[in-house]
């Protein structure tokens, strides 16, 4: 079973950043994808960003991002460890929800990293709030 645990969450104001960190542990070994996802309050929950691995002695692995989160959030990881960082820049009153770090095992197709059905893990969630 995999665990994953989240921090770096907080309140910040527009234009301000933030870094989001998560970390697996337990059976990490075949988790290949950590994503991010947020729910903003009445909203669903929707896809941010994702890195993908493509094998166990992958070390860069391969960015996806949502549109909204283009240009402005970074997502980095660890392999070997199985972390996942979400820097976040410029932030604006539209990115204020819970953040959501997810595992999946197994290797999933790029154009599916999006889709909430192919994580089996999900922590517990880190608020972000953003005020002008």
């Known amino acids: 079973q995999v665990q994953l645990v989240e921090s770096g969450g907080g309140s910040v104001q527009t234009g301000d950043s933030l870094r989001l960190s998560c970390a697996a542990s337990?059976?990490?070994?075949?988790?290949?994808?950590m994503g991010w996802f947020r729910q903003a309050p009445g909203k669903d929950r929707e896809f941010v960003a994702a890195?993908?691995?493509?094998?166990?002695?992958?070390?860069?692995?391969?960015?996806y991002y949502a549109d909204s989160a283009k240009g402005r959030f970074t997502i980095s990881g660890e392999n070997a460890k199985k972390t996942a960082y979400l820097q976040m820049s410029d932030l604006t009153l539209e990115d204020t929800a819970v953040y959501y770090c997810?595992?999946?095992?197994?290797?999933?197709?790029?154009?599916?990293?999006?889709?909430?059905?192919?994580?089996?893990?999900w922590g517990q969630g880190a608020q972000v709030t953003v005020s002008s």
């Open positions: 337990g059976r990490t070994l075949n988790v290949y994808v």
């Open positions: 890195i993908r691995w493509s094998g166990r002695g992958e070390y860069g692995g391969v960015p």
């Open positions: 997810a595992a999946a095992e197994g290797l999933v197709a790029g154009h599916e990293v999006s889709r909430q059905y192919e994580y089996s893990t």
